[in-house]
């Protein structure tokens, strides 16, 4: 079988699939934000995004996402087991956090000014960019530009790669599902060219089948993950914020970075600065 091809400075021996990290508990998902029961929070993430919030076979989660948002629930005074997780597919979140489904939500979610409109956000915890990932393969996709003869692009509603493409790159053919996993079994069997998002969601999957898909150019954006809340709840947004300084400072950052994403390759950068808005 064919090595992983990714770029260089994602390039490991020994590709190990990121689901194997070790699982924080989880429990059934339901509930509002406080579920009814003030001994429990209930917490946003993506169950399909390897490395980064993972529902495995066994019901539990894995991934960088969950580990943040289960350090953050530990600092509120919330042990593992009194997280009840719900699934945040991208289109979803900002109305799950208006309508009290959630506490807070952890999901590849991006910061931007018209998500700010809506909701709050605490960090951001990651920096990553906007790339491509095709099959192993293909020869015509080499970046961004390559993608305007008319190809086939995937990406996911209501995400904010979907709104780049369809705002800088309209020789594109883009189409746009409920989820990533979706758009990369979509790829795998030929029905679009390349899958975009975060680059660090694109290594998860290619690390999962490795030898299927690389990712190839390089990014083009600025991607800011942040953790979502309440619209003008400073007091939530503040005890976040200091948890992920917490966080950052004690080394637990880096070591969920690494326990989730080193399998792929990638190198644990330094964390970003908190946003005191």
């Known amino acids: ?66 580990d943040v948002a289960t350090y953050v629930a530990g600092e509120l005074g919330y042990a593992p087991d009194k997280i009840e997780w719900k699934e945040a597919p991208s289109g979803q979140r900002e109305t799950l956090i208006q309508n009290d489904q959630v506490k807070y939500i952890a999901a590849t979610y991006s910061i931007t000014d018209a998500r700010k409109e809506k909701v709050d ?97 390089d990014t083009f954006s600025e991607e800011r993950y942040g953790v979502g809340l309440k619209k003008d709840d400073a007091e939530l947004r503040t005890k976040i914020n200091d948890a992920l300084e917490k966080m950052e400072s004690s080394g637990a950052w880096k070591e969920a970075f690494d326990k989730n994403l080193g399998p792929a390759g990638i190198t644990a950068p330094a964390p970003p600065k908190i946003d005191r808005y």
């Open 121 to 217: 956000f605490a960090g951001p915890y990651l920096l990553t960019g906007q790339s491509l990932l095709v099959r192993e393969n293909n020869t015509d996709i080499t970046g961004a530009a390559s993608l305007q003869n008319n190809k086939k692009l995937c990406s996911v509603t209501g995400s904010t790669p979907a709104q780049k493409i369809k705002d800088e790159y309209a020789g594109v053919q883009l189409q746009q599902y409920d989820t990533y996993s979706a758009c990369i079994e979509a790829l795998k069997n030929g029905a679009i060219d390349a899958v975009t998002t975060d680059e660090v969601i694109l290594a998860g999957y290619a690390a999962q089948q490795p030898g299927q898909f690389k990712i190839v150019g």
């Open 1 to 66: 079988m064919p090595s992983l091809s990714v770029p260089s400075r994602w390039r490991a021996a020994g590709v190990v699939a990121l689901a194997l990290a070790l699982p924080f508990a989880a429990t059934a998902c339901g509930g509002g934000g406080g579920s009814g029961d003030s001994d429990k929070i209930v917490i946003g993430t993506k169950f399909d995004q390897p490395g980064l919030g993972l529902r495995n076979p066994d019901g539990k989660l894995t991934g960088f996402d969950v």
